[in-house]
């Protein structure tokens, strides 16, 4: 059977070129970058030219990245480094509503460790209004954090506009870009980026590795004590055949940006077209034009995500939902919902997320099948344009519960 990844955004397979040097880095080039023989040394400049490779992405300096565990690493650092770093200064931290856990439970530690929150709402495309985050800032305030592109609707933040702000506030500025670094050209120094997390497994590198890039000069605690590593700011031995991989990744992504970002939107435009053209009831989700070049997200009316998921994935087609019934919480997706969407439309939602191998004829399948699942869903659904869900039970639209 044909199999298709829509799946991007959870996931991108590894890059060929990335997992040949990363087998280099397991078997051949085994040595400890702190070695000072030969075997260190080799692998210490593997080290260090992976780190240039990362920085360039991003137009930071390659002093300023560091190597973590991937972006869930780098997101705690970034928020509690920052947190207890500067807590003389303020205990008061401005992010979204519609962040990623890593960001969110993070931030529900810290108000447990006696830091005060700011959850900004988003509009109906999952953006967050500059003003509100203007309107937020308090002589407390010494972070925020807003996410660069959303990783379930493909939104993109007004990063500049908000880099501005915190820059004349003298606040430090944290993006969560892991959706976003080696998909959409990025430059802190132009956005006023203090600190950004990123993740090697988003842009076809390795999983477990990633990066946060820390601005010169900016104030903040140690990711973790131990030995003198990555400046001593976190200490380990380096995950070296990752840290090469995330290099190799972050050179390729930067020199095939352009052509990705064509090739990859060109395809999420016509699979928009067609899904739109094909079945009555859908609705988008995210912003129409300030999205993710790869992220095609709809709510169709009447049916569950879940069966949608599970349906396209006997044909062959791998896809998500932003609906969190199959993971036993009762809740749909806290992004949808921030948006304004009714319990209905967040359960019936699905996530199509493109990528770099994706093809015109993936598109063509996936136009083929769909209709004809949701259809199918539809006749046999008790969620019927007719039926009545009562608004005391949100969740009564899904039969999981
Ligand atoms: C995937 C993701 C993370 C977590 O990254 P990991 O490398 O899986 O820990 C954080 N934020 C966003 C927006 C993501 O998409």
Redesign the pocket.
Known sequence: MRRIYFDH???TPVDAEVAKVVMEYMTEKFGNPSSIHAFGREVRKAVEESRERVAALIGASSKEIFFT???????NWALKGIASANRKKGNHIITSSI?????LHTCEYLEKQGFSITYLPVDENARVNVEDVKKAITDQTILISI?F???EVGTIQPIKEIGEIAREQGIYFHT????AVGHYPIDVGEYNIDLL?M????FYGP??V?ALYIRRGVKIAPGQQGGAQERTMRAGTENVPGIVGLGKAAEIAKNNMEKEITHVSDLKDKLMRGIVEKVPDVKLNGHPELRMPGNVNFSFLYVEGESLLLNLDLKGIAASSGSACTSGSLDPSHVLLAMGLTHEAAHGSLRLSLGRYNTEEDIAYCLEVLPEIVERLRSMSPLGANSIIHESNPCSSCSLH
């Not at 993740?199 to 988003?202: F, I, L, M, R, T």
């Open positions: 955004s959870a996931t565990s991937g972006g869930t690493e780098a997101d962040e990623h856990h890593a960001i996410m592109a959303n990783n969560d870009a892991v959706q997390s993740a090697g497994h988003k999983k477990g990633g």
